[in-house]
Nanobody
Framework: QVQLVESGGGLAQPGGSLRLSCAAS????????MGWYRQAPGKQREVVAD???????NYGDSVKGRFMISRDNAKNMVYLEMNSLTPEDTAVYYC?????????????WGQGTQVTVSS
């Protein structure tokens, strides 16, 4: 069974930076894409960034130019470098992986890591 574990969350001051990591472990055949999502209290979960196995990236409008996603395919890990943080970035950040099975593709989610931006 495949699972995702996020790390690196915590408290940052406005203008500061944090680096999130997500490690996939278990019986993995192929991870087609990985991404980061976030959800603040009372808000819907939104995409932050995603990256395909080929390295193509997409970013949510609110984080473009500030966040950078990267992955290490050999290690089955994905990272999110967050810069110029604002209080609006405060949320639980979730890692997602799209797995490719023999016949289907399916998504799995991590448990999330809290990011709080406050002075």
């Amino acid at each position: 069974q495949v699972q995702l574990v996020e790390s690196g969350g915590g408290l940052a001051q406005p203008g500061g930076s944090l680096r999130l990591s997500c490690a996939a472990s278990g019986s993995i055949s192929s991870i087609k894409a990985m991404g980061w999502y976030r959800q603040a209290p009372g808000k819907q979960r939104e995409v932050v960034a995603d990256i395909t196995d080929g390295g193509s990236t997409n970013y949510g409008d609110s984080v473009k130019g500030r966040f950078m996603i990267s992955r290490d395919n050999a290690k089955n890990m994905v990272y999110l470098e967050m810069n110029s943080l604002t209080p609006e970035d405060t949320a639980v950040y979730y890692c997602k992986a799209r797995l490719k099975g023999r016949w289907i593709e399916y998504d799995i989610w991590g448990q999330g890591t809290q990011v709080t931006v406050s002075s």
